[in-house]
């Protein structure tokens, strides 16, 4: 229910905040994970992708985010994971494996996450997008 709650208050800030097409749909949020994530994470997030055998630190099973965490997803630290404020080297360290992607586009609006404890989060709308698929996960 929160999942959906969530999902659902995703909303893009600034100008063309009334067109509703541009609210991203779960295929895309999907497609941004499968890009930059599942070689190493796995399609399903258990941290089983095809990269995996050949790393020397395992990736982590993204499907436990939550309950590693005592029950809520972590919004915050996987952003600041992916965005490159907290950045580590099997991400890369300070060249990310994902460029500019997560960055978002200067001219492209912003979107704005209500978090379960009612505080607002405003992060690129490609970040936002990844974080409500990686929530959607979680089990
Ligand atoms: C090249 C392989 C690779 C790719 C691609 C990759 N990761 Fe990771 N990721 C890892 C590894 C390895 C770890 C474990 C790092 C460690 O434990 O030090 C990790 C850890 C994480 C963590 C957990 C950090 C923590 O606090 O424990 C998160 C969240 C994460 N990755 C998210 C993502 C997301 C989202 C993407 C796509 C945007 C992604 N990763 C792409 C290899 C990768």
Redesign the pocket.
Known sequence: MIRTALATTLAVLAACAAAAQDAPDAEARRD??VT??????GMEGRGD?T??PI?S????D?TQ?AA?AGGAF?WM??AR??DGRDP?????GVMP??GDF?AGDPAAPEAALKLPDGQPMVTTRTIAE?LVY?DTIQE
């Open positions: 941004h994970y930059w994530c599942a070689s190493c994470h992708g990269m995996a790393l630190v395992l990736p982590t993204l985010l590693d972590p630290r996987v994971q992916i580590f080297l099997a991400h890369g494996l994902f997560f990844l990686l």
